[in-house]
């Protein structure tokens, strides 16, 4: 039903697994036509909160709508007006390229007609119109993403949930499902998904939350989040080996923060210029130095920690 509200809104938006909290009191307004990412390490809450949204688990405690819809109670009509594209593509291998769209559009009840027209549009979307007959197997894992991104449209969704869209795609498959999600953003689709990727997040994402530990620890625009969570630049320091607890305090003063790394120190610096006259001043001889500027994976690593969780 229209609504001059959110799309999607959550207050105090909680999912217990017994003792476990997944996700713990989330609040949440994403409006239509907008891109939004959740990025957080794993465990973070952040696929518990997919599935919430998309009403296939249900919400422990707290407040969620959809399309201004209960999930508890309209689970039918909110998944009727999704796209779902999973981390795994869960493709039947048994059948063609178009058929794997025609069949699961029965599932929404669209007559056949109307799904070959709809299927023979997404392949072309898609570009894998000269595959339409081909056995989905042989596909590569690109082609394999893509299809998936077109079964998920094949109900025309006013909003597309997308699970980590470009996991394991080499740099051409991925760009191409990037320009693809941006036309349908473009066409009034509204986007919400979850990646490891601080690219693409920054590439695709009008807004995103970090996740941890069940709760969102930062918000904002990707610009926003780096201005207020890092610098402008980063200098990165390769000292030979043994020199990794080289002396920095000559950068007191131009450095924000100073992290050390097993292979590297990064210094974090509104004038990375100011910040190498300084390591020069001081007589350092990095045997590498590369100077960039921040971005969200500096902001990700700030707020959840370097330290890997399996």
């Known amino acids: 039903m229209p609504s001059d509200g959110p799309l999607i809104e959550a207050h105090a938006l909680t999912k217990r697994f017994g003792a476990f909290t997944a996700v713990d009191g989330v609040e949440l307004a ?87 027209q709809r299927a023979a549009e997404l392949l072309e979307f898609v570009q894998l119109s000269e595959r339409a007959k081909d056995q989905v197997e042989p596909l590569s894992g690109g082609m394999k993403r893509r299809l998936t991104i077109a079964r998920g449209l094949v109900n025309d969704p006013e909003l597309l949930l997308l699970d980590e869209p470009t996991t394991g795609l080499d740099p051409q498959a991925r760009h191409l499902v990037w320009d693809r999600l941006y036309r349908l953003k473009q066409d009034g689709t509204t986007l919400v998904l979850t990646t490891h990727y601080m690219d693409e997040a920054e590439q695709l994402c009008d807004r ?55 292979d590297r120190v990064l210094v974090y610096t509104d004038d990375s210029d100011a910040a190498l006259a300084r390591v020069a001043t001081a007589g350092l001889r990095p045997a590498a130095v590369l100077t960039r500027r921040s971005t969200l994976e500096d902001v990700f690593l700030r707020l959840t920690g370097r330290q890997l969780i399996d």
Not at 243 to 253: F, K, M, Q, T
Request: proline letters at 7%.
């Open 208 to 262: 995103l939350v970090v996740m941890d530990g069940g709760r969102i620890v930062a918000e904002g625009t990707p610009v926003d989040l780096i201005r207020e969570h890092s610098t402008r630049e980063v200098v990165e320091l390769r000292f030979p080996p043994g020199d990794a607890e080289v002396d920095l305090d000559a950068v007191d003063g131009v450095a924000s923060r100073i992290e050390r790394l097993p």
């Open 30 to 116: 994403i409006g239509k036509g907008e891109s939004f990412g959740f990025l957080g390490p794993n465990g973070a809450g952040k696929s518990s909160t997919m599935r919430m949204i998309a009403a296939v688990s249900p919400v422990t405690s707290g407040y969620l709508r959809v399309f201004g819809l209960d999930p508890a109670t309209d689970g039918p009509a909110i998944r009727a007006r999704l796209g779902v594209v999973p981390q795994e593509d869960s493709l039947d291998t048994e059948l063609s390229v178009e058929e794997n769209l025609v069949v699961y559009g029965r599932y929404f009840d669209l007559a056949r007609p109307l799904l070959r």
